[in-house]
Protein backbone atom coordinates (compact mmCIF):
# COMPACT_ATOMS: atom_id res chain seq x y z
CA UNK A 1 0.00 0.00 0.00
CA UNK A 2 1.09 3.44 -0.89
CA UNK A 3 1.00 6.27 1.30
CA UNK A 4 0.26 9.89 -0.80
CA UNK A 5 1.24 13.25 0.37
CA UNK A 6 0.79 16.77 -1.83
CA UNK A 7 2.83 19.97 -1.23
CA UNK A 8 3.57 23.11 -2.72
CA UNK A 9 -0.07 24.80 -3.08
CA UNK A 10 -0.86 28.58 -2.19
CA UNK A 11 -1.95 31.36 -3.29
CA UNK A 12 -0.91 33.21 -6.13
CA UNK A 13 -1.49 35.78 -9.07
CA UNK A 14 -3.58 35.01 -11.95
CA UNK A 15 -1.17 33.83 -14.98
CA UNK A 16 1.40 32.91 -12.19
CA UNK A 17 2.89 29.31 -11.75
CA UNK A 18 3.01 26.41 -8.97
CA UNK A 19 4.49 23.26 -8.80
CA UNK A 20 3.01 20.85 -6.93
CA UNK A 21 4.58 17.72 -5.67
CA UNK A 22 3.16 14.14 -4.60
CA UNK A 23 5.41 12.15 -2.36
CA UNK A 24 4.98 8.47 -1.61
CA UNK A 25 5.81 6.39 0.89
CA UNK A 26 5.80 2.45 1.13
CA UNK A 27 5.42 1.65 -2.38
CA UNK A 28 7.48 3.00 -5.08
CA UNK A 29 5.22 5.59 -7.85
CA UNK A 30 6.47 3.52 -10.77
CA UNK A 31 4.34 0.71 -9.80
CA UNK A 32 1.17 3.03 -10.42
CA UNK A 33 -0.80 4.93 -13.05
CA UNK A 34 -0.75 8.21 -11.03
CA UNK A 35 -3.20 11.21 -11.40
CA UNK A 36 -3.92 14.90 -10.45
CA UNK A 37 -7.81 15.55 -9.34
CA UNK A 38 -9.31 19.01 -8.19
CA UNK A 39 -12.19 19.81 -6.31
CA UNK A 40 -13.37 23.51 -6.00
CA UNK A 41 -15.74 24.54 -3.27
CA UNK A 42 -19.56 23.00 -4.15
CA UNK A 43 -18.27 20.84 -7.52
CA UNK A 44 -17.01 17.66 -8.34
CA UNK A 45 -13.98 16.25 -7.89
CA UNK A 46 -12.85 16.68 -11.45
CA UNK A 47 -9.43 15.02 -13.48
CA UNK A 48 -6.77 17.35 -13.90
CA UNK A 49 -3.73 14.98 -15.50
CA UNK A 50 -3.00 11.69 -15.31
CA UNK A 51 0.41 9.60 -16.28
CA UNK A 52 0.51 6.09 -16.93
CA UNK A 53 2.36 3.46 -14.57
CA UNK A 54 5.52 3.20 -17.80
CA UNK A 55 5.50 6.97 -17.73
CA UNK A 56 5.01 7.19 -21.58
CA UNK A 57 1.50 8.31 -21.67
CA UNK A 58 -0.07 11.15 -20.35
CA UNK A 59 -3.28 12.88 -20.37
CA UNK A 60 -5.02 15.87 -19.56
CA UNK A 61 -8.19 17.86 -19.33
CA UNK A 62 -8.94 20.51 -21.63
CA UNK A 63 -8.95 22.96 -19.25
CA UNK A 64 -5.56 22.51 -18.65
CA UNK A 65 -4.20 21.46 -21.67
CA UNK A 66 -0.95 23.43 -22.67
CA UNK A 67 -0.45 25.06 -19.43
CA UNK A 68 -0.07 22.10 -16.63
CA UNK A 69 2.51 19.46 -16.97
CA UNK A 70 2.79 16.15 -14.89
CA UNK A 71 5.83 14.54 -14.52
CA UNK A 72 7.20 11.58 -12.48
CA UNK A 73 10.86 11.22 -10.71
CA UNK A 74 11.51 8.05 -9.76
CA UNK A 75 14.87 8.94 -8.02
CA UNK A 76 13.12 10.51 -5.83
CA UNK A 77 9.50 8.71 -5.66
CA UNK A 78 7.61 11.87 -6.72
CA UNK A 79 5.23 13.07 -8.75
CA UNK A 80 4.75 16.56 -9.84
CA UNK A 81 2.13 18.59 -11.39
CA UNK A 82 3.61 22.16 -12.84
CA UNK A 83 0.73 24.75 -13.30
CA UNK A 84 1.06 27.91 -15.23
CA UNK A 85 -0.67 30.87 -16.79
CA UNK A 86 -2.91 29.71 -14.04
CA UNK A 87 -6.78 31.26 -13.60
CA UNK A 88 -9.13 32.08 -10.70
CA UNK A 89 -10.73 29.00 -12.33
CA UNK A 90 -7.88 27.03 -11.58
CA UNK A 91 -8.94 27.74 -7.72
CA UNK A 92 -9.72 24.43 -5.40
CA UNK A 93 -8.06 21.71 -3.65
CA UNK A 94 -5.41 19.38 -5.69
CA UNK A 95 -5.12 15.88 -5.26
CA UNK A 96 -2.73 13.63 -5.79
CA UNK A 97 -3.68 9.92 -6.57
CA UNK A 98 -2.55 6.39 -7.60
CA UNK A 99 -3.62 3.83 -10.15
CA UNK A 100 -2.68 -0.17 -9.42
CA UNK A 101 -5.27 -2.07 -11.27
CA UNK A 102 -4.64 -0.23 -15.01
CA UNK A 103 -2.55 -1.57 -17.88
CA UNK A 104 1.04 -0.03 -18.02
CA UNK A 105 0.57 2.03 -21.12
CA UNK A 106 -3.54 3.21 -19.94
CA UNK A 107 -3.87 6.42 -18.08
CA UNK A 108 -7.16 6.21 -15.88
CA UNK A 109 -9.13 9.60 -15.66
CA UNK A 110 -12.14 8.44 -13.70
CA UNK A 111 -12.34 9.22 -10.22
CA UNK A 112 -13.23 5.33 -9.14
CA UNK A 113 -10.30 4.21 -11.00
CA UNK A 114 -7.87 5.33 -8.39
CA UNK A 115 -7.41 3.15 -5.05
CA UNK A 116 -4.87 5.82 -2.98
CA UNK A 117 -5.42 9.42 -2.82
CA UNK A 118 -3.32 12.14 -0.86
CA UNK A 119 -5.12 14.53 1.81
CA UNK A 120 -4.86 17.68 -0.93
CA UNK A 121 -3.54 20.76 -1.32
CA UNK A 122 -5.10 24.14 -1.58
CA UNK A 123 -4.62 26.68 -4.52
CA UNK A 124 -5.69 29.91 -4.98
CA UNK A 125 -5.28 31.81 -7.74
CA UNK A 126 -6.45 35.77 -7.00
CA UNK A 127 -7.30 38.23 -9.82
Known amino acids: QVQLVESGGGLVQVGGSLRLSCAASGRTLSSYGMGWFRQAPGKEREFVAGLSRNGFNTRYADSVKGRFTISRDNAKNTVSLQMNSLKPEDTAVYYC????????????????????WGQGTQVTVSS
Open 97 to 116: AADSSSTSWYVATVRYQYEY
